[in-house]
């Protein structure tokens, strides 16, 4: 018996049952392989290119959709509407994507009324680095040491591990714990209103409330857990596309100085297969070898019910 659609994508969006595939549409040039167990901390889920073989999500695919460099590459780790905090895993060889564990818990963000999980589909730029060792002009704070983040606002649900190009519309400047941590507003290509919002002020015409539940959304994520708000640069304006394409284009020139071995990366795993003249890069082989070591795909574990606990705060 087939679950209903809509069942269907709920349990694919949480990790369950889902075999190893190939991302569809626009992202028929790669694929993922899950390892371990879904919901757990052992759970991975691996990439693969149009030809089989296991590359970097951050590092081989590459941040541009096209060459004229208006398109961009999006990884998606968390759909719209899940809890998960998956992520991809900065200081693992391949970085697959993994759930965030704080405090020996898999971590899951809290639901703030009125919204359930994450507001967009939410995910990274590949080939972006946020250097910690770098303070920045515009909010005084140094990068949160990972990719650029993305929050993708179009109608579609999509899958952790899917490859979407997009257009970038904007940028919100959220200062977390101290660190800068640019929030980059973009809608699929492929979305129905793609094809009329092209600029921030687009979101807002045909959007309205958008923006606003995404900045409180921000503000408060972390209020449940007992810390406190999070503070913005430009007082929580967003700025336009042309401005989140050069921090953009930044953060990839951080990258590549990371990938070349002219910035310190600590802890940081940049192990790749395709980027051309870098250090880091293995061979097929021994990227295989960092994938059959990682556990055995198995069933998923239950998720426990306070993940849908709702949270109240004034405004």
């Not at 921090?247 to 395709?274: P, R």
Request: net charge neutral.
């Amino acid at each position: 018996m087939r679950a209903p659609p809509g069942l269907a994508r709920l349990l694919a969006a949480r990790g369950w049952g889902r075999p190893p595939r190939r991302c569809l549409g626009a992202m028929a040039r790669y694929g993922t392989e899950q390892r371990g167990r879904p919901n757990s901390p052992d759970y991975r889920l691996y990439f693969k290119n149009a030809d089989g073989k296991y590359i970097s999500p951050f590092h081989d695919i590459p941040l541009f959709a096209g060459s004229k460099e208006v398109l961009f590459n999006m990884i998606v780790e968390v759909p719209r509407w899940t809890n998960a905090k998956m992520e991809i895993a900065t200081e693992e060889p391949l970085n697959p994507i993994k759930q965030d564990i704080k405090k020996g818990k898999l971590r899951y963000v809290a639901n703030i009324f009125p919204h359930k999980g994450y507001i967009w589909n939410y995910g990274a730029l590949p080939q972006t680095w946020e250097d910690p060792n770098h303070t920045d002009n515009i909010t005084g704070c140094c990068g949160d040491n990972d990719p650029i983040d993305v929050c993708e606002i179009g109608s579609k649900i999509r899958s952790s591990g899917e490859i979407v190009q997009v257009k970038v519309l904007g940028v919100l400047a959220l200062v977390d714990e101290g660190e800068t941590d640019w929030k980059i507003i973009a809608i699929s290509v492929d979305d129905p209103e793609a094809q009329k919002i092209h600029d921030i002020d687009d979101v807002k015409r045909h959007k309205p409330g958008y923006l606003e539940a995404t900045v409180d959304w921000f503000r408060f994520y972390k209020v449940p857990d007992g810390k406190p708000e999070n503070q913005f640069a430009f007082n929580g304006e967003f700025k336009d596309k042309d401005f989140a394409v050069e921090i953009i284009k930044s953060t990839h020139e951080y990258w590549k100085a990371l990938l070349h071995k002219k910035a310190d990366g600590g802890t940081i795993k940049c192990t790749n297969v395709l980027v051309s003249g870098s250090p880091f890069c293995c061979s097929e082989e021994d990227a295989r070898l960092i994938v059959q070591s990682a556990p055995v795909p198995v069933n998923g574990d239950s998720v426990s019910p306070e993940v849908d606990s709702w949270h109240f705060f004034p405004k």
